[in-house]
């Protein structure tokens, strides 16, 4: 009875898990880390040291260092090479499933695939470059930082100002609670699924451009508005035409969204040239929907700042969903591992509104 009365379209507003790790705070726009405000975080320390708090609640040791392994074949597509290499993986590794491994073990595991994920997706953006030599190890151990050692393995090189967008927009989307990616790594744990699996399915779920993607789409429609010098009259045609503002609109948040406070003021301290024509088209989007739709608060999300502040690092429009998929590998490991201290299997119900019994003649 419950769970046809209950049941919401998209289980908006539905609580399926219980969580520890990040609380965003609906109401006061602001985003906590096991507690810490993410204000609090960006600047002072790295991503790898992020990920450590969410997945150990400590800091230390943080995210490890990839093992040494060269992918076998990489095809430039970022998000397909990490979700295929990342399952492979598994087997390579020969990893165990949760239920069967320790806690420690089911760490360790994530660090290693995490740590692997963003030398695939440096190594395949390399691949989509045109290169076909890797850089080698020697060079990428002289970074500092992961996100450093990223860019190192990308490109052979890292400007510091690619470094620090790099390492802000990972910290600003290391977690947050229970969207699309970590629900289904939480779904894939609670069958005792690898670890690799686990990752490997939650990676899968950044192809569409609903969740991850959205950057993609923000730095044409800057570009465009740029060219058309009309912010109000660009987002008029296109909301006539009934398309969605990219980088507008937020399931969780009914207050300003702190992730995309955060990254507009590294936009502008970075020095992006995007910011001016970024801030009138916000400005003329948040006027018209408001205008639309005024007892909802659609307001600018993390995705919108964050692809002035990719760009701002010279990242591709078509590598950002693998952005968000090395930024989330500490969400999802946090996640793979409450689930597996559960220890229940997640399966909901479905209520049938198919056609009534009848005969297979009847279909003849
Ligand atoms: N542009 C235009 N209209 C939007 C909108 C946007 N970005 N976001 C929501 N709306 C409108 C919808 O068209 C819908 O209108 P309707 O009731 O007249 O049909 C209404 O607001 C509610 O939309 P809904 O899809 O139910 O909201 P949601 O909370 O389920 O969706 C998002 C959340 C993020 C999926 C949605 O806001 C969206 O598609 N945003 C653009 C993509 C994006 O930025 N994704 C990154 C998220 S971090």
Known sequence: MSE????????????AVETEIAEPDREGG???SRGVDIEELVGHVPYEKVWGLLVDESLEPGMPEPDPYEPPSLTGNAPADAQAEIARLSGVWSLGKVTEISDEQARDDLGRLSAQVMSIVARSARVADGHEDSV???VVSGGKTAAERFLLRWRGEADPRHVTAIDTYWICTAEHGLNAST??????ASTGADAGAAMSAAIGTLSGPLHGGAPAHVIPMIDEVAAMGDAAGYVDDLLSRGDRIMGF???????????ARLLARTAEELGS???ETARALESAALVALQARHPDRVLATNVEYWAAIVLDVADIPAKLTPAMFACARVAGWSAHELEQKRVARLIRPAARY????????????
């Not at 046809?4 to 609580?15: M, Q, R, S, T």
């Not at 629900?183 to 894939?188: I, L, P």
């Not at 948040?253 to 992730?259: G, H, K, L, S, T």
């Not at 509104?353 to 003849?364: F, H, K, T, Y």
């Open 4 to 15: 046809v009365a209950d049941f919401k379209p998209g289980l908006e507003g539905v609580v």
């Open 30 to 32: 602001a985003l906590r």
């Open 353 to 364: 509104i198919g056609p009534g019994p009848r005969s297979l003649s009847d279909l003849r």
């Open 273 to 275: 040239p995007r910011v």
């Open 249 to 259: 609109g937020h399931r969780v948040y009914r207050a300003e969204d702190p992730r």
């Open 136 to 138: 080698s190890d020697d």
């Open 183 to 188: 629900f289904t790594a939480r779904v894939a």
